[in-house]
């Protein structure tokens, strides 16, 4: 029986945190600013205030970031944004280097 | 029309006149529009990922279709069991239906807006009804869904 090398088998491994997105909100002028600052509160669970300051930077900058974190959840927000007809998209999020 | 909120938590509409009650029979028609434009404005894509778009148009996009329809049908019975007194029509839209109101509501505001290129200078229009005139009936109409929704929104508070 001929004797074979096994080459020894290495594994690398990599670890660090999943890239984190953006779940942004899209100004439309249809939506009342009274039902977008609702659904903030429903859907992400803001306060009247978060709510009412996100519902702002919508309005008057045409965006706002509303959450950041893992690429999961960031779609589940959008769908549930997306049930209540906002204009929501997840992007990535900007890292810092 | 006298709106109520009563302490169950409902909303009590009364003295509706024909017109208005016409343009509340509407709600779910106008909200189920099969324009291409509406469906865009319905489902918008989540993202620019070219993948996840495409799972969104096979996975998402039937259910949020599903909760649309059901929301819409919550509305339809509630305009079912409206009654029609000699002061108007009263209806009556019970806590547990607000948000299926609210929904049908905001999709009848933005088909009706997108299916006549409504941009925020239509929106801000001062406007008084002109029945000859199909623009001024869908800007009356989006101005009057709106201040139901105000009202729901206001309840929720």
Request: some cysteine; proline content about 7%; aromatic content about 8%.
């Amino acid at each position: 029986m001929p004797f074979v090398d096994i080459p020894e088998a290495k594994t690398l491994e990599k670890t660090g945190l999943a890239a984190p997105w953006n779940v942004v909100v899209h100004n439309d002028p249809v939506n009342l600013m009274s039902y977008v600052a609702l659904v903030f509160r429903k859907v992400l669970g803001f306060s009247k205030d978060k709510a009412q300051t996100h519902m702002l930077e919508v309005h008057h900058k045409g965006r706002s970031v509303v959450w950041t974190g893992g690429r999961e959840k960031a779609e589940f927000y959008v769908q549930q944004l997306h049930a209540n007809l906002l204009l929501a998209t997840l992007e990535p999020a900007p890292q810092d280097k | 029309m006298k709106l109520t909120a009563t302490e169950e938590g409902a909303l009590d509409i009364e003295e509706i006149p024909a017109f208005l009650f016409a343009l509340l029979q509407a709600v779910p028609i106008r909200a189920a529009s099969s324009d291409p434009r509406v469906e865009n404005r319905f489902f918008p894509a989540p993202a620019q990922d070219e993948l996840l778009v495409e799972d969104w148009k096979s996975f998402v996009q039937p259910e949020l279709q599903a909760a649309f329809l059901s929301a819409r049908e919550v509305v339809q019975a509630d305009l079912r069991s409206a009654s029609e007194l000699k002061e108007g029509f009263s209806m009556e839209i019970p806590p547990n239906h607000m948000d299926p109101w609210l929904g049908t509501l905001n999709q009848a505001r933005l088909a009706i807006a997108e299916e006549n290129h409504f941009g925020e200078q239509d929106l801000s229009e001062e406007i008084s009804p002109d029945t000859s005139d199909p623009r001024s009936i869908s800007l009356f109409q989006i101005n009057f869904y709106g201040f139901l929704q105000e009202c729901l929104v206001k309840m929720q508070d």
